[in-house]
């Protein structure tokens, strides 16, 4: 009788439709993901893969470890980098973006911080994200390296931005 429930579970759950982003292991990336990966950060372990899919094109974001830093890599599948997000010390932002901070937020607790760089045609436009702590929410802020505001929301409705 178990084996009839498991297998009956089974069959729904392969009749339910994949999301719009899937954990695929670093092998099931296109050679050329793998490759740009390796070009960018020759030294670097792949801790994740994930294929998503945006605007019905296919991104993969690659999870490196490279020594002590970790960075977020979006990559189409010829290999072309779309953007790559550090991880940084919030001592390492700019005075700018930190004086933003500061006062938009004034005594919150920054919990994360990174460094952005999209490139768009022929140039990289850098920004900073910033998520703080504010009454038990994570609000994001992102901003320019001269402290301009770009984007800010709550990231409790992360999930309904992308709809």
Do not use: N
Request: charged share 40%; aromatic share 4%; proline share 5%.
């Amino acid at each position: 009788m178990r084996t009839l429930i498991l297998k009956a579970l089974g069959a729904i759950l392969l009749t339910i439709p994949a999301g719009s982003s899937s954990a695929a292991a670093d092998d099931e990336a296109p050679k050329a993901v793998l490759d740009a990966i390796k070009a960018k950060f020759p030294k670097a372990e792949i801790t994740h893969v994930e294929k998503e899919e945006e605007d019905e094109e296919t991104i993969y974001e690659i999870s490196l470890k490279d020594g002590d830093s970790r960075h977020d890599v979006d990559v189409r599948p010829d290999g072309r980098i779309e953007a790559i997000e550090t991880e940084i010390k919030t001592s390492d932002l700019p005075k700018p973006v930190a004086d933003l901070v500061a006062a938009k937020y004034p005594g919150k607790a920054v919990k994360k911080t990174e460094k952005v760089v999209e490139f768009e045609k022929d140039r990289e436009v850098t920004t900073y994200e910033v998520e703080v702590s504010v009454d038990g929410k994570t609000q994001e802020i992102e901003a320019t390296p001269d402290g301009k505001i770009v984007d800010e929301d709550d990231d409790d409705d992360d999930e309904d931005d992308d709809a």
